[in-house]
């Protein structure tokens, strides 16, 4: 079955997408929590144990879940690759949990023993997911914007993954640091959010924009110059980090890439603009949310190689993480995943029972509370952070806890959404 250049008939089970993306909110709870708990302390160092728990909880518990069930969705949909040995995903998904909270227990507990279980849990799974997702993807002969964009992020997150481990095992104590340390973190964040995480939602974005809003086709080749563009900065930036090269020279690497966002930011915003079907609901804020939020990631980041004020670094996080990462994900989360249930559960069953419309599966006005609440984290959190106000930082941690909550209960009621068979 074939609708709008989407694969149907190679969908994996519906349990394997869902898996993750049902655990991703939780991880959200946790990191709410550690906020809450701590106040503006988790915005005082970026080398805090207790700031690098809570960045993971975010890029690993939140972003990374939702990504590894996108994949593992999208890859044979969207690019017709075979995800083989399908059942491993099960697998991945338990290591993942496994890892994720033993590196922020050993992180947040000073624990040396959590340590080995965190980087044997997470190079399990990680090493699993990828073996898995390249193989499919290499596979495929076409080279598609979306294709390549997916090969990217993978490569991005194996490198990443690499620096990770050698990072948490020097800092550990479990072998010698090979690189200096400030190197090898720069190199795993590049890697990890402009090629891993921003790699993979400009790729998806490519094509979901167009599917799910009744837009124009993304152009191309403007995919192809962003994506081109892109990989010359990571490329690039890499090899300046690891040459500890100057200010000036990094901006000089970055400027492709960062041209490349905002062209795509901008596409994006343009396309949403003039979509066929005006209706306005939360998938849409939460895509408008995160474009805006994106440039001014760049920005705080780029000011920040000028200006090395640590507040300028926390600003970027959120922003990159919270503003444009985790909003994206959360908005793509309220189409993909009623999308599976009405594929999975009930379109064979059009015309033989009664048949709910795609939108009743996940009401609108149960999406719309849950952006109001994202949006006042980020608007609470931020200014916290770069004031170090304690109050206003522990106000947004009650924002998010309240949307990853509302989020959790969202997918919980669509995930219970079965057909009701007649006598």
């Known amino acids: 079955m074939r609708s709008s250049g989407l694969s149907l008939d190679q969908a994996p089970p519906e349990d394997i997408p869902f898996r993750f993306f049902l655990t991703a909110p939780v991880f959200g709870l946790l990191a709410g929590s550690l906020i809450l708990y701590r106040g503006v302390l988790v915005f005082s160092s970026s ?10 909880l975010i890029t690993l518990g939140w972003v990374m879940m939702i990504m590894m069930g996108a994949f593992y969705q999208l890859v044979p949909v969207l690019a017709g690759g075979q995800v083989p040995w399908i059942a491993l995903s099960r697998v991945v998904h338990f290591f993942m949990i496994i890892g994720i909270l033993a590196l922020a227990g050993g992180l947040l507990l000073i624990s040396p023993l959590l340590f080995p279980v965190a ?53 550990t104590g479990l072998w010698p640091p090979l690189i200096e340390r400030s190197i090898v973190k720069n190199l795993h964040v590049t890697l990890a959010l402009s090629g891993g995480i921003g790699g993979l939602i400009i790729g998806v974005g490519f094509h979901i924009i167009p599917m799910f809003y009744l837009s124009s086709p993304f152009p191309e080749k403007r995919a192809i110059w962003i994506l081109r563009a892109g990989m010359f900065s990571l490329a690039a930036v890499s090899v300046m980090l690891l040459n500890s090269a ?9 400027l492709p890439g960062v041209t490349a966002s905002i062209i795509f930011t901008l596409t994006v915003w343009q396309m949403l603009l003039k979509r066929k079907r005006k209706v306005v609901d939360a998938t849409l804020r939460f895509w408008q949310i995160g474009l805006l939020a994106f440039p001014l990631s760049l ?75 994202a949006a006042l984290a980020m608007l609470t959190l931020l200014p916290g952070a770069l004031l170090q106000i304690d109050w206003l930082v522990r106000a947004g941690a009650i924002f998010w806890l309240t949307s990853s909550g509302w989020l959790v209960l969202n997918l919980i009621f669509a995930f219970r959404q079965k057909p009701v068979t007649n006598d």
């Open 47 to 56: 080398w805090h144990f207790e700031t690098i728990a809570l960045t993971h």
């Open 119 to 171: 980087i044997a849990a997470l190079l399990l799974a990680f090493t699993v997911f990828l073996t898995q997702l390249l193989t499919a993807l290499f596979r495929v002969k076409a080279n598609r914007p979306v294709v390549v964009a997916m090969r990217i992020s993978l490569i991005s997150l194996a490198l990443a993954v690499s620096l990770g481990v050698l990072e948490i095992g020097a800092i």
């Open 246 to 254: 100057g200010s000036v020279l990094l901006f000089t690497a970055m």
């Open 299 to 373: 920005l705080c980041l780029s000011v920040h190689l000028f200006w090395p004020d640590e507040r300028l670094t926390f600003a970027f996080g959120l922003l990159f993480l919270m503003g444009f990462a985790a909003t994206i994900t959360n908005g793509m989360l309220y189409k993909i995943v009623p999308f599976l249930i009405w594929f999975h559960r009930f379109s064979t069953l059009v015309g033989k029972v009664k048949v709910p419309l795609l939108k009743e599966i996940l009401p609108a006005k149960r999406t719309s509370g849950q952006l109001l609440q």
